[in-house]
T-cell receptor
Framework: KAGVTQTPRYLIKTRGQQVTLSCSPI?????VSWYQQTPGQGLQFLFE???????NKGNFPGRFSGRQFSNSRSEMNVSTLELGDSALYLC????????????FGEGSRLTVL | QKEVEQNSGPLSVPEGAIASLNCTYS??????FFWYRQYSGKSPELIMS????GDKEDGRFTAQLNKASQYVSLLIRDSQPSDSATYLC????????????FGRGTSLIVHP
């Protein structure tokens, strides 16, 4: 059974640019959530999608957005990049029930110069 | 709002010793708990789930849950250098949320 796939794995952008990250969940999983992780910080929740609907949203500015497609694949976008957006962005997949069991992708490491 | 507290560490133990990682939580209704392991530069991986009071053993790992004290721990017996990682505790979502609440994690270093 294939795991969670995130692309791209690494990317470098400059301030002011925008970036789109992609996540393909485990087959059959309908929930995709996104997290930001910076050195020394815990997992910061961005948002969660289930069946193309955003069910939960974290405390991030509107520059951070996401969407989910009918095949459960999800994308997140960050516009007007800032230096502080440099982080590991993690996607997690789950069946969508109220469980603490998440399956993470390998992450997309974003560097903003 | 639920809170999950963990000592950030690092917790340093010699190879072969027992490593004890602790987590406290504020939500009295939490019925299950999860431990994730995250190696440096990698993503978190679920390693243990515990759903009832008492102990749950899986190989060298034992999760202990005490609901009355709102305390959950992870014991790693015969610690190996390969166990060096950050361990995250998580409680399942409740109320209107579908997202588990994670602690900030405890860094474990097992030295030869």
């Amino acid at each position: 059974k294939a795991g969670v796939t995130q692309t791209p794995r690494y990317l470098i952008k400059t301030r002011g640019q925008q970036v789109t990250l992609s996540c393909s969940p485990i087959s059959g999983h309908r929930s995709v959530s996104w997290y930001q992780q910076t050195p020394g910080q815990g997992l910061q929740f961005l948002f969660e999608y289930f069946s193309e609907t955003q069910r939960n949203k974290g405390n991030f500015p509107g520059r951070f957005s996401g969407r989910q497609f009918s095949n459960s694949r999800s994308e997140m976008n960050v516009s007007t990049l800032e230096l502080g957006d440099s982080a590991l962005y993690l996607c997690a997949s789950s069946p969508g029930t109220r469980t603490g069991e998440l399956f993470f992708g390998e992450g997309s490491r974003l560097t903003v110069l | 709002q639920k809170e999950v507290e963990q000592n950030s560490g690092p917790l340093s133990v010699p190879e072969g010793a027992i490593a004890s990682l602790n987590c406290t939580y504020s939500d009295r209704v939490s019925q299950s708990f999860f431990w994730y392991r995250q190696y440096s530069g990698k993503s978190p991986e679920l390693i243990m789930s515990i759903y009832s009071n008492g102990d749950k053993e899986d190989g060298r790992f034992t999760a202990q849950l005490n609901k009355a004290s709102q305390y959950v721990s992870l014991l790693i017996r015969d610690s190996q250098p390969s166990d060096s990682a950050t361990y995250l505790c998580a409680v399942p979502p409740s109320g209107g949320s579908y997202i588990p609440t994670f602690g900030r994690g405890t860094s474990l270093i097992v030295h030869p």
